[in-house]
């Protein structure tokens, strides 16, 4: 968060903390918990992992040397002390769910080659990836290899595994060795069409369970928050490696939807688990829970993911108000900045409002990435009219002054998307990108939303007078449904947004005939 508004608050905090942790590492660069005994047993080099990520990128952002000294004397001790020379210990072992956990150091591990260019720290990649291999690892590469099943992976746990995911790409851009980019589409794939929720998270008791199995109450220990986020990483990670518009379409369906649904937003206690049926459970006092600083951490990425340069040119994938600069290549080949300022209400309606601005004029290519959900996309310069088709960008180049305005417009359809095996007698409704849901609190005269039916309607009526004033964002819609067999005017709103108040909550609606 730091690196995108250099608050002084913030400064000032990672400065303490980090200036205390660095006062914590032990002589032989131990950065962990557990005493000397007791080492290498539980959760301690997944700790090591994410001790080395937080110094590392505090590194990046400040340039504070020690900081990345301290992360090296920490690596450098998993190194001493893990691999497959004589004397070393066997890393998949040093922690839980098959070597899920201790192997995703690989992530730091290629970050620390990529920072200071040490083949020790490459090497050791290499080693975690045999290690991945043996018979007590979690055989990463084998099973996708042979089944393109993530539930043939170690024992599926979906979080540490979504981990290990991130580390193998970052080893791939170090590489190049394309094998691993074509396994992990393939678990992308997976994923992504098996074991992946209408709201963009996964996992049932924390793992990956089996093909279209989408249980969604709080009993179910569904999405967790963990999952949420390194769920949208991997795609940050496939969409920064193939510019693929897929992977975009995947980041926005997880934001809207679970991530911002995991964190209240009155009082920004998190919930460890989002069930899509029922009360979220917030809690700011979660103790040592990873999902906790996770959820927070993901929302953090949120501006990364609003746009960037794909092929050198700026691209729109997120449609938010906010500010872009950047350089961008124009058609003499030169480098020249350009600040885009975007303005709009959307995901309430489908208008944004793009200023351009260019050090110059100059000619280059602007991307405006159209959803697949979106109906009637069209950018509109002036004068000048662009269709988009779905799923693709709509790449605009023209010679561009400061002041140019584009207008982007798009219809936000309405779906009715099936509940399919798990709820095979429900339906959930969709608008844009966010799935709605019914807020109990909300809807007075209904004392249980069981009794609530869908009767094949599709049109929505704005009920946003009716949000209380302190209702975070201002969006609802009056569906017509069926309550204890007379019709009622059932209030919607997006499920991210649904349960602040801590109401009963429900995605998914009894179908009626």
Request: hydrophobic share 40%; net charge negative; charged share 25%.
């Amino acid at each position: 968060m730091y690196a995108y508004g250099h608050d002084p608050k913030l400064r000032q905090l990672m400065d303490s903390i980090v200036r205390t942790y660095i006062g914590c590492q032990l002589p032989d660069g131990y950065l962990g918990t557990y005493l000397e005994k007791d080492r290498w047993t539980e959760w301690d080099v997944w700790a090591h992992k994410y001790a080395i990520i937080g110094l590392v990128n505090y590194y990046s952002v400040t340039g504070y040397k020690p900081a990345l000294e301290t992360a090296e004397r920490a690596a450098d001790l998993i190194c001493r002390t893990f691999g497959d020379e004589a004397g070393q210990r066997d890393l998949m072992p040093a922690g839980e769910h098959d070597g899920l956990a201790p192997g995703s150091i690989l992530e730091p591990m290629a970050d620390l080659y990529r920072y200071t260019g040490n083949q020790k720290y490459l090497a050791f990649c290499r080693y975690i990836l045999r290690a991945y291999e043996q018979s007590d690892g979690p055989r990463i590469i084998s099973q996708l290899e042979k089944y393109g099943d993530v539930t043939r992976v170690g024992d599926a746990k979906a979080y540490e595994m979504l981990s290990c995911f991130l580390g193998i790409l970052k080893y791939y851009q170090l590489t190049g060795e394309e094998k691993y980019l074509r396994l992990l589409e393939t678990a992308w794939e997976d994923i992504r069409t098996l074991r992946l929720y209408i709201t963009g998270t996964a996992s049932d008791h924390e793992v990956f369970v089996r093909a279209g199995v989408l249980k969604a109450t709080n009993d179910d220990k569904m999405g967790e928050g963990c999952v949420t986020v390194t769920w949208i990483q991997f795609n940050l990670s496939l969409l920064r490696i193939t510019g693929e518009m897929k992977y975009a379409g995947e980041i926005e369906r997880s934001v809207y939807n679970h991530l911002l649904a995991a964190e209240n937003p009155q009082s920004g206690c998190v919930s460890y688990y989002t069930a899509l049926q029922g009360v979220k459970p917030y809690r700011c006092d979660q103790g040592y829970s990873c999902c906790l600083s996770s959820v927070p951490r993901g929302i953090s990425l949120i501006p990364e993911v609003i746009g960037g340069k794909i092929g050198g040119s700026f691209t729109v994938l997120l449609y938010e108000n906010g500010v872009a600069s950047m350089e961008v290549r124009s058609s003499d080949g030169r480098e020249d900045s350009l600040v885009v300022k975007s303005k709009t209400r959307f995901p309430e309606v489908g208008v944004v409002d793009f200023e351009v601005k260019p050090a110059k004029r100059a000619e280059f290519t602007i991307n405006f990435r159209v959803p697949e959900w979106a109906q009637n996309f069209k950018a509109i310069i002036g004068a000048d009219s662009f269709d988009g088709q779905k799923g693709e960008m709509l790449a605009i180049r023209r010679t561009w002054a400061s002041g140019d305005r584009v207008i982007v417009t798009f219809d936000m359809p309405v779906e009715v998307l099936p509940g399919r095996i798990s709820y095979p007698n429900a339906v959930a409704i969709k608008r844009g990108p966010q799935v709605l849901a019914i807020d109990k609190g909300l809807n007075e005269g209904i004392d249980s939303l069981v009794a609530v039916g869908h009767v094949n309607g599709l049109k929505l009526a704005d009920a946003s007078a009716i949000l209380p004033a302190d209702w975070g964002w201002k969006e609802a819609f009056y569906l017509d449904a069926t309550v204890g067999g007379g019709l009622k005017k059932v209030v919607l709103v997006p499920f991210a947004e649904a349960g602040q108040k801590s109401a009963e909550v429900a995605v998914w609606i009894a179908r009626r005939n």
